[in-house]
C-alpha cells in the first residue's frame, strides 16, 4: 500500500493490523491470495520480469519468484517492507511508486494503492508506471470512502482515462477480476483509434444484451407463481378435502344411527 512521502508513517504497524479488513500480516489468507494471483500472471500473461508497485510485504513478489518470474517490489512504509520474508528481502525496498524506477518490466502490478495518494501523485505515479511497462495490472477501490487513508478514491474510468494519456488502455478482452471485482489491465497499444472504437463497442453490445437477458430472466421469476406459495395453497386445499370428507363420513354414521 503505498503512498506520498509525507503520509508514509501512516502505514505503520498498527494500520497493517487494523486498516485492511483482516490483519495483513504473512497467513493463510493473504499468501493464498497473492499466490492464485501469481498463478493467474503466470499462466495468463507470462512475463519474465515484474514490479509490484505498492508491495506491502512483499507476498506477491515471493509467490511470482517461487513460480520463476522475476520479481520486484517497492512499497513507502518501511515497516511492511521490514516484514518482506528473507527469500526476497533482497528484491523488495523502500521507495514511492511516483519516483523514477531502475528499468523497464515487462508488467507492473499495482494493487489497491493510488487510492491512497493525493490526485497529484496519482498522476506521478501513473506516468512513471507507463514510462516504465508496456503492460500493468491495476486496481483501485471504486467505493470505499470510509477507510482513512483513501484520500482519491475514484470510478474506473477516472483510471482508465488517465492511461490512456499515456497510451495504455484498458483490455476488454482480459478479465482481471481474479484481482478484484474492479479490477483492469491496461497495455500499450498501435493500433488506431478507430480500431479500439470498434472493439469497445463490440464488448458494450455484448454487455448490453447480457443484461437485457438477465433483466428479462428475472422479470420472468417475479412474475412466474412462487413455488412455495403453490405447495402452501395445495396443503391447504388438502386439509379442506380432508375437512369435508371427514365431515361426510360422520354425517353419514349419525344417520346410520338413525341419529
Known amino acids: ?17 487494523t486498516g485492511c479488513g483482516i490483519p495483513y500480516e504473512r497467513n493463510a489468507t493473504w499468501l493464498a491470495f497473492f499466490g492464485g494471483i501469481a498463478d493467474r500472471i503466470v499462466s495468463d500473461i507470462r512475463p519474465r520480469t515484474v514490479l ?102 475514484q470510478p474506473p474510468e477516472y483510471w482508465a482515462e488517465r492511461f490512456a494519456r499515456h497510451g495504455l488502455f484498458h483490455d476488454l478482452e482480459f478479465d482481471a477480476s481474479f484481482i478484484t471485482a474492479w ?9 488506431p483509434v478507430h480500431r479500439l472504437v470498434r472493439d469497445y463497442e463490440r464488448q458494450m453490445a455484448r454487455l448490453r444484451e447480457e443484461n437485457r437477458q438477465l433483466r428479462t430472466a428475472l422479470n420472468d421469476a417475479r412474475s412466474a407463481p412462487n413455488l412455495a406459495q403453490l405447495r402452501a395453497e395445495r396443503d391447504a386445499l388438502r386439509r379442506l378435502v380432508h375437512d369435508y370428507e371427514r365431515g361426510r363420513f360422520m354425517r353419514f354414521m349419525r344417520w346410520l344411527k338413525g341419529g
Open 1 to 17: 500500500m503505498n503512498s506520498p512521502a509525507s503520509n508514509a508513517s501512516c502505514f505503520d504497524a498498527r494500520y497493517y493490523a
Open 183 to 191: 479490477a483492469m489491465r491496461f497495455t500499450r497499444c498501435d493500433r
Open 52 to 153: 509490484d508497485a505498492g508491495c506491502a510485504m512483499g507476498f506477491l513478489v515471493e509467490a511470482l519468484r517461487a513460480r520463476g518470474v522475476q520479481a520486484w517490489g517497492v512499497d513507502i512504509s518501511e515497516y511492511a517492507i521490514s516484514q518482506v520474508h528473507q527469500s526476497v528481502r533482497d528484491f523488495c525496498r523502500v521507495g514511492s511508486i511516483a519516483d523514477p524506477f531502475e528499468r523497464r518490466y515487462d508488467l507492473i502490478v499495482c494493487i489497491e494503492v493510488l487510492e491512497h495518494m493525493s490526485a497529484a501523485e496519482g498522476e506521478r505515479a501513473i506516468a512513471n508506471l507507463c514510462a516504465h511497462t508496456d503492460d500493468v495490472l491495476f486496481s483501485s477501490s471504486p467505493n470505499d470512502f470510509t477507510e482513512a487513508t483513501h484520500v482519491n478514491v
